[in-house]
Every structure is written in structure tokens, then in C-alpha cells.
């Protein structure tokens, strides 16, 4: 059984910045493809960044030059650097996992999922 477990939420100023990780186990890290994705309150999951097995990234267009997807591959961990945060990043970020080549940012196309950490952004 996939596990992953997110570490690294919390709270932050506007304009700050924060790092997620998930610890994956179980599963051959190379094989597949990781994606955060998030959910605010009184609004649908929406995806964030993915990572192919081949290491090629795909990011939402609200995010892009602020978050970094990465991933290590001998610690099994998956991350996000989030800078330049704002209130609208204000939510729940979930790790997912599936077997498949390529990135996706729709979450029917993972799997896996973690718990989930909660990112809260103040002005």
C-alpha cells in the first residue's frame, strides 16, 4: 500500500514563504508521477505542480514563478517551495501519487493521496 505524508504547512505572512515535503514509501519513487494539489474552504481540490517519473514539471498558472515542484529520489521525498505566497494560497495541500508517465494537474488522474497541511497566508 502507497503511503505519503506531508510535513511543512503552517502560517505565514504575505510575501513570505514556506516548504512542503511528502515522504513516500512503498512504491518505486522512479515510476511515478507526484502532484500537490490544494482545497480551500467552500471550493473544489485544484492542482498546483506534478512531476513526471522522468522529472519533467507542470505548473497552474497562479503559481508559476513562485512554487517549485522537486523531488529526491533516493530519500523518497517530494517538494514544494512556495515563495511569494499570498492569502490566496490560503489552503489544505495534499500530496498524490500515481502510476503514469506523465504530470497531471486533474486530481481524478492520482490515486494516492496524502492527509494533507494546511498553508494559511495572512496580510
Known amino acids: 500500500q502507497v503511503q505519503l505524508e506531508e510535513t511543512g504547512g503552517g502560517s505565514v505572512q504575505a510575501g513570505g514563504s514556506l516548504r512542503l515535503s511528502c515522504a513516500a514509501s512503498?512504491?518505486?519513487?522512479?515510476?511515478?508521477?507526484m502532484a500537490w494539489f490544494r482545497q480551500a474552504p467552500g471550493k473544489e481540490r485544484e492542482g498546483v505542480a506534478s512531476?513526471?517519473?522522468?522529472?519533467?514539471?507542470t505548473y497552474a498558472d497562479s503559481v508559476k514563478g513562485r512554487f517549485t515542484i522537486t523531488r529526491d529520489v533516493a530519500k523518497k521525498t517530494l517538494a514544494l517551495q512556495m515563495d511569494s505566497l499570498s492569502p490566496e494560497d490560503t489552503a489544505a495541500y495534499y500530496c498524490?501519487?500515481?502510476?503514469?508517465?506523465?504530470?497531471?494537474?486533474?486530481?481524478?488522474?492520482?490515486?494516492?493521496w496524502g492527509q494533507g497541511t494546511q498553508v494559511t497566508v495572512s496580510e
Open positions: 498524490a501519487a500515481d502510476l503514469r508517465p506523465y504530470g497531471s494537474l486533474t486530481s481524478l488522474d492520482y490515486k494516492y
Open positions: 512503498r512504491f518505486n519513487f522512479n515510476t511515478y508521477s
Open positions: 512531476i513526471s517519473g522522468y522529472g519533467r514539471t
